[in-house]
């Protein structure tokens, strides 16, 4: 999974367009938007704080990915050390 950080401005009519550069393939992509608190949302009711709480305090998609590599890169050391 890539992630890219693109600033974006939203529209009166609540919309957001944004390019994406060519590499990026065609096809399913998550989009996460953050914004200040002082933007209330309609979606919402205005909670958009909770939200963005709820998702900074789940575990990132690829947590476990980094985990396993780490204890891999461990498990190298350990038998070089033990060679």
Do not use: C
Not at 19 to 36: F, N, Q, T
Request: glycine letters at 10%; zero cysteines; charged letters at 20%.
């Amino acid at each position: 999974m890539q992630a890219l950080r693109i600033d974006a401005n939203v529209a009166s009519d609540h919309t957001v367009t944004i390019k994406l550069p060519s590499d990026v393939p065609m096809g399913p992509a998550e989009v996460i938007l953050l914004y200040r608190e002082s933007t209330p949302s309609i979606e919402t009711g205005g909670n958009g704080p909770a939200i963005l709480s709820a998702l900074l305090s789940s575990p990132h998609p690829l947590e476990g990915f980094w985990k396993g590599a780490s204890d891999e890169i461990q498990e190298a050391r350990d038998g070089w050390d033990a060679g």
